[in-house]
């Protein structure tokens, strides 16, 4: 399967790579993408299964991206990684149309045990 | 006259051919009406046989219809039954967010209202509209979200902890949402829980846990240093509050201050941590030039807590001087101090029953490796053992973590045993763990022994446990235990049933303890060496 990440922290970035080739799938094929505008394109030209996404992003944020993307008609999962913890913007995560949310900082094994469900 | 009575002859012969005829069309006419009454007759019977079908049709179906009226009150009986004798409330929310029907007595009874069913959920909380909205905005989401997960909706949950006061006092309340479909639309089944009770108890178990905390890190720190200086300082603080209760006009506040300083420095370095902190309030009220009254009060306090201290040194003395030293009591105290600590951290809440069977006495190295040793040997405890308490209901334990650690004499042995009631450790998900870390493939795990698998739990970096912290859950801590007792040539034995118990038990031969004592016992010494 295809996950694409996408954070304008190249660490966060890593740290998402590492927590998923550690714990689970060395099989996966992860890409990255730096902001939501960059993540559209990908989404737009090649085939993706799960996308983990950041909330404060430059360009495109992450739940102006998800919307962007479920209005598109694209159904696979979404999680959202993201240093806000205020449970309604949570609400707001969810309604645009996010699978699961997991707040910074995380515990690799943590956010593995999050997204794990959506990996095949 | 022939010819008349020929003619009569033949009128009456014609006369008598006509009634003839006649006779015989009466006759047809009768056998078609006997026909016709025959066909009628079998037409009425036919009729008559379909009406009584019928009426068995009608008897047999409003047969079946009240039993099965009576079936469906008996289950509406039954299902009123069970909702009534549910302590938790529960609850069903249509796709509009409206309350259903069908609903447990408790609902009623945990949200304080005569009737739920028609009302918005969100409604039923007393709430600020702010909340309020966000409820109803959550309902909505969490019923009409096509791509939310179940954990994603828990996360997002705003009553998880909901704090409702009304006439019937006040509460805190749980709410979990489940959602389901019926009829081919989306539901939520609500189930609303009463945790006040569990957090009373929580906040008891604390309260005791703080308590026996501060009492056991005063006991052990007053162990580490040298009892006149601890008499000495006590006498310093006591002079002090006798001199605040008398009145400050014999003495300057600049000069009080200074002694108060003093104090909290002698005080914090012998771990007279209560009395160090009362000094400190103490220099900040004189800084403050607060009022006399307030001040007498402080010298009030400072008695009580140099009485307490000095009360607790009196017996730690009488112990010192039966020449039992730092005794493994002193260890035990030190654990039970660090396992509290360890359970607040994490929010878990632990009982450590303690007992000793043993009167030597430990050097310093030895002391300072047994008690690596159990303290690693604890935090696993707390770590892999903790359950949450209504797992526990379940498995008839009683609510807390039971840690007991015993120091046992045997033979030639000392023995210390952890053993805790929490989850053990689960053998088959080991062997799955093994196999996902890379470590062996699936058909080699699969041979492993339970001899082979209690091995790989001492092996750095194995741990079945899910949540990784910064104490334990690392897999290390009993690779810690195995290294200290290979230091003092000892052994390590872990036994453990899953959801039952974990007990490690730490074998040390007594000889190493004499030895590292450096005690005058050469000949056992010689004997063994």
């Keep these: ?47 993706i299964e799960l996308l983990l996404v950041d909330w404060n992003m430059p360009r495109l944020d992450g739940v102006a991206l998800v919307q962007r993307v479920r209005a598109s008609g694209w159904k696979s999962p979404i999680v959202m990684v993201t240093s806000v913890h205020d449970p309604a913007k949570a609400l707001e995560a969810a309604r645009a149309g996010v699978s699961d949310y997991v707040t910074k900082p995380f515990q690799m094994l943590d956010l593995w045990n999050r997204i794990s469900k959506f990996i095949t | 006259m022939t010819d008349d009575a020929t003619a009569e002859l033949e009128r009456l012969r014609a006369a008598l051919r006509k009634a003839d005829d006649e006779r015989l069309d009466a006759l047809d006419e009768l056998e078609r009406l006997q026909s016709q009454h025959d066909v009628l007759e079998n037409v009425l019977f036919g009729l008559e046989a379909e009406h009584e079908q019928a009426r068995r049709v009608i008897e047999e179906t409003q047969r079946e219809l009240s039993a099965s009226y009576e079936r469906l009150s008996r289950l509406k009986a039954q299902q009123d039954e069970m909702l009534a004798s549910l302590s938790e409330g529960l609850l069903d929310i249509g796709p509009d967010g409206l309350v259903g029907p069908n609903h447990s007595r408790a609902a009623l009874e945990l949200l304080g209202r005569e009737t739920v069913a028609g009302i918005h959920f969100a409604e039923l909380f007393p709430t600020t509209p702010r909340t309020a909205a966000q409820i109803r905005e959550f309902i909505d989401v969490a019923i009409n979200s096509e791509y939310a997960s179940a954990e994603m909706i828990a996360a997002i949950n705003p009553l998880r902890e909901v704090d409702v006061e009304d006439a019937r006092g006040r509460r805190t309340l749980s709410v979990r949402f489940n959602r389901f479909l019926s009829g081919g639309t989306r539901h939520l089944l609500v189930v609303i829980s009463d945790r006040s009770t569990e957090q009373k108890l929580a906040a008891e178990i604390q309260e005791r846990t703080r308590e026996r905390l501060a009492s056991i890190e005063r006991a052990h720190a007053m162990l580490m ?81 140099i009485d307490t201290d000095l009360a607790l040194l009196d017996r730690l003395t009488a112990l010192r001087e039966t020449g039992t030293g730092r005794q493994a009591n002193a260890i035990l105290a030190v654990l039970a101090a660090c396992a509290a600590r360890e359970a607040e951290a994490t929010g878990t809440l632990v009982d450590v029953k303690w007992s000793s069977e043993l009167d030597a006495s430990l050097d310093n190295e030895l002391f300072q490796l047994l008690r690596s040793a159990l303290v690693a ?12 308490a209504e797992k526990r209901r379940l498995r008839g334990k009683p609510d807390v973590l039971c840690i007991q650690v015993a120091f046992k004499r045997a033979d030639d042995e000392v023995v210390i045993v952890v053993r805790d009631d929490g989850r053990g450790v689960d053998w088959e998900s080991l062997r799955r763990e093994v196999v996902r870390r890379g470590f062996l493939r699936s058909d080699e795990a699969a041979t492993l022994t339970r001899d082979d698998l209690e091995e790989l739990l001492f092996a750095d970096g194995m741990s079945t446990h899910d949540g990784v912290d910064a104490s334990a859950g690392r897999g290390l801590g009993l690779a810690i235990v195995r290294q200290i007792a290979k230091q003092l040539h000892g052994q390590v034995v872990l036994e453990s049933e899953h959801e039952v118990f974990t007990e490690v038990t730490l074998r040390v031969a007594a000889d190493r303890l004499r030895r590292s004592l450096g005690r005058d016992d050469r000949q056992l010494t010689r004997k063994i060496s």
């Design chain 2, 377 to 388: 040997l604890v935090r696993n405890a707390v770590a892999h053992g903790a359950e949450p």
């Design chain 1, 1 to 47: 399967m295809t996950i694409l990440v996408v954070d304008d922290s190249a660490m966060m970035r890593s740290m998402v790579r590492s927590a998923i080739q550690a714990y689970g799938s060395t099989t996966a094929e992860i890409i990255e993408a730096r902001d939501g505008e960059e993540a559209f394109q990908i989404l737009r030209s090649r085939s």
């Design chain 2, 225 to 305: 240093a040298p009892p006149a200086t601890v008499r000495d300082v006590a006498q310093q603080a006591s002079s002090l509050a006798a001199s605040l209760s008398h009145g400050l006009a014999s003495k300057r506040r600049d000069e009080l201050q200074v002694a108060a300083h003093a104090v909290k420095g002698d005080a914090r370095a012998i771990g007279l941590e209560a009395v160090a902190g009362l000094m400190e309030r103490l220099e900040d009220l004189l800084d403050r030039d607060a009022p006399h009254d307030v001040i007498k009060s402080m010298a009030e306090a400072l008695d009580a807590e």
